[in-house]
């Protein structure tokens, strides 16, 4: 959900802002339309409702400044940590290191 708002199409490999072309309400969207001002959730449920791009740096604009990335950011982070710990009860082994890898990576990609 991230990369939608803060990678760029070269360096992901996918057309930024598929989600919200789509109409998809992403937790960064849900957040903004939650924590954000007035006038921010109205853009943010108007391009949901309509789905397309043409609002696209408005949308970026605004779950920037809602703070919507750093919650995803820090949610995901959170997850993850969850998760890590959660394979501690797995004896060690190279598929406990990939589960553990693949966590990492989850949440530190930005492609």
Known sequence: DLLDYRGDAETLGKNVGDDLAEGKPTLPLIYTMREGS?????LVRQAIQKGGLEDLESIRNAV???GAL???A???RDYAARAIACLDALPP????????ELSE???ARTH
């Open 64 to 66: 920037e400044s809602a």
């Open 38 to 42: 007035p006038e921010q959730a109205a």
């Open 74 to 76: 820090q949610l995901a």
């Open 70 to 72: 750093d919650y995803t």
């Open 93 to 100: 082994s190279e598929y406990r290191d990939a589960l553990i």
């Open 105 to 107: 990576f989850a949440v």
